[in-house]
């Protein structure tokens, strides 16, 4: 444990930033798998929905520096992917 002041405040700033951190993580991991949910149950509207909602969660991510832009790109990338794939199958 610190024992300077300006260590135990960086050390309290570090676990509030921790915690925020892993609240986010955790909702782009929700966003993603509602995507992924939609996808499974092949309903067009619901896939744009989600795939919509998934990307404002990414990019607040980015924003908040949880993630980096290059890994929600990625993530954005693979969605739109999966997403086009099952809405062509569906309109088939």
Same mark, same amino acid.
Do not use: C, D, F, P
């Given at each position: 444990? $610190? @024992?300077?002041?300006?260590?135990?405040?960086r050390a309290e700033i570090a676990e509030r930033n921790r915690e925020r951190n892993i609240a986010i993580k955790s909702s782009v991991k929700t966003a993603v798998r509602r995507v992924f949910e939609a996808i499974k149950e092949n309903n067009v509207e619901k896939i744009q929905a989600a795939l919509s909602k998934a990307y404002s969660v990414i990019d607040k991510a980015?924003?908040?520096?949880? *993630?980096h832009? @290059? !890994? $929600?790109a990625r993530?954005?990338?693979? *969605? !739109?992917?999966?997403? +086009?794939? +099952?809405?062509a199958v569906a309109a088939e």
């Open positions: 444990m $610190a @024992n300077i002041k300006s260590a135990k405040k980015i924003t908040k520096g949880v *993630l832009r @290059n !890994t $929600a993530k954005k990338s693979r *969605l !739109t992917r999966h997403a +086009q794939k +099952q809405e």
